[in-house]
């Protein structure tokens, strides 16, 4: 990790402090210009994820990026990128610049966070004790708040301050909602999106335009199915891949969304490490950065409780599952059968479990891969696939018994509604974040399974409500301009 001249300063100023001088030089302030992200917010609780920065900017397109080439296992000679060879790469930075200075990177730098908080209306603010950032989690913290009301409206303010400093030098205000409780007919609105690819934006100044039309539902939370950045060409190192999260996270649609919005992060395969990754793949292909260096990243970089699979119940009508589709797989090109696995048996006898459990109107199962598909025939990476057919057949079969689950799934650059031919299970794709990410589907594909169909960037956004005393559940697929392309109502029991 490069230290910056801030984090030199800092550890300057702590050195100082042990040694007992009086009067230190002044700290510098800190910054947060990656924003916050409000995240696994149930009916009493949510946590605070913070990063400090050194400055209030990210660097400019001035910082160019780096240039990634493979050594031909033949000749030795440094050749570009033929898919994903298994071959070492070797990362050129632009003349005079490293991880620190190149478009989007925003250093890290030490200090303190606190959060305050209160629900809307009430005059005395609570604060969570002041919290140091981690300069080996690329200076992030996270912050639990716990004993909340339910169905409550909160204001935040994010405070950061230098090591030393006794007054807050930056602040980030925030907001979000707490989830009803289980007996709560409560109106419930939330979106979902995936594949949000950086060199794929589409929103003028930075960033994707379609987290200003899902602002204008006012969900009350959002998810994000995976695929939010990707490793593939650039996260040779660690530091690299960090930065893809700075870059990403320091553009003006994201900081405004996410600070405003309570969410929940699924990681994919980009996420982790490469494409179709699994934990034992072996590869030259991404250099030094590990895929257990992936799985520590994507916990640190967003907020998350004990396990990356988890379940959250909004009111009396709906709870929603989140699956983890990386961290136990088989390797893809493993023969099928029952010892092959995407969830590993642990968690799917969890996702039998809480399911079967639950007395929620509507049961959501929000996957990162596809479950029903139909996918293209050349992939192998998900349950729609013939090398997951085994697991997938029982998938399909469990979640069709329940009568009142639906999958929505992410991965997949289009949207779609699929109803499975065997089992009638229905499952709505978000479809990528922006259109120049959308691909790799076509409208002659379309087969008897397909009820909606549109290789198009946007959103999915689902509501649950009452009407005339019964509950109901529509879903609706978004353009990356907010307008409505599709939708489906269900009835629950």
Request: with cysteine; hydrophobic share 35%.
């Amino acid at each position: 990790m490069i230290a910056s001249a801030s984090m030199l300063r800092s550890l300057l100023l702590l050195s100082l402090i042990a040694a007992g001088c009086s009067s230190p030089p002044p700290a510098p302030p800190v910054h947060q210009a990656t924003g916050i992200k409000i995240c696994e917010v149930d009916s009493s609780s949510a946590i605070v994820w913070a990063r400090l920065t050194e400055n209030s900017e990210r660097v400019g397109v001035e910082g160019g990026i780096p240039d990634v080439r493979y050594v031909d296992p033949e000749s030795g000679e440094l050749i570009e990128r033929r898919g994903r060879q298994n071959a070492d790469p070797v990362v050129t930075f632009p003349e005079g610049r490293d991880v620190a200075t190149i478009e989007g990177a925003v250093p890290g730098t030490l200090g303190e966070v606190r959060v305050r908080y209160r629900a809307r209306g009430v005059d005395e603010w609570l604060e969570t004790p002041w919290a140091a950032v981690d300069p080996a989690a690329d200076f992030t913290t996270q912050l639990r708040l716990a004993g909340l009301s339910s169905a409550t409206h909160f204001d935040i303010a994010v405070e950061g301050r230098s090591l030393g400093g006794q007054e807050p030098s930056s602040v980030t205000e925030g907001e979000f909602q707490t989830a009803p409780d289980a007996d709560d007919e409560a109106k419930v609105v939330f979106t979902v999106t995936t594949g949000t690819s950086y060199k794929d934006q589409d929103a003028e100044g930075g960033g994707f335009n379609m987290y200003a039309q899902m602002s204008k539902l006012a969900p009350d939370f959002f998810v994000h199915t995976g695929d939010i950045l990707y490793y593939d060409s650039l996260a040779k190192t660690l530091p690299l891949a960090e930065w893809h999260w700075q870059r990403m996270y320091s553009l003006p649609t994201n900081v405004a969304f996410h600070r405003k919005t309570a969410s929940y992060f699924i990681k994919d395969d980009h996420d982790v490490f490469m494409n179709d990754s699994w934990p034992t793949k072996e590869t030259k292909f991404m250099g030094g950065f590990t895929f257990e260096q992936g799985l520590a990243v994507f916990r640190q970089q967003v907020g998350m409780g004990d396990r990356t699979y988890r379940t959250v119940r909004w009111g009396k009508d709906l709870q929603v599952w989140m699956v983890e589709g990386r961290d136990f797989r088989s390797p893809n090109d493993m023969e099928d059968g029952p010892d092959k696995t995407i969830w590993g048996a642990e968690q799917f006898e969890w996702l039998r479990s809480t399911m079967e459990a639950s007395d929620a109107s509507f049961r959501v199962l929000i996957s990162p891969t596809p479950i029903v598909g139909p996918d293209r025939v050349r992939k192998n990476d998900n349950h729609a696939n013939a090398g997951f057919t085994y697991e997938g057949d029982q998938v399909r079969s469990f979640l069709a018994g329940l009568g009142n689950a639906v999958v929505v799934c992410g991965d997949r650059h289009w949207q779609y509604v699929s109803r499975d031919a065997e089992t009638g299970l229905r499952e709505y794709s978000s479809g990528p974040a922006s259109d120049a990410h959308a691909g790799g589907f076509s409208e002659d594909q379309r087969t008897d399974e397909h009820v909606y169909l549109n290789v198009i960037g946007g959103f999915l956004a689902a509501t649950v409500e009452r009407e005339d005393g019964e509950p109901r559940l529509s879903m609706k697929h978004y353009s990356v301009d907010g307008d409505l392309l599709n939708e489906d109502v269900f009835t629950g029991r």
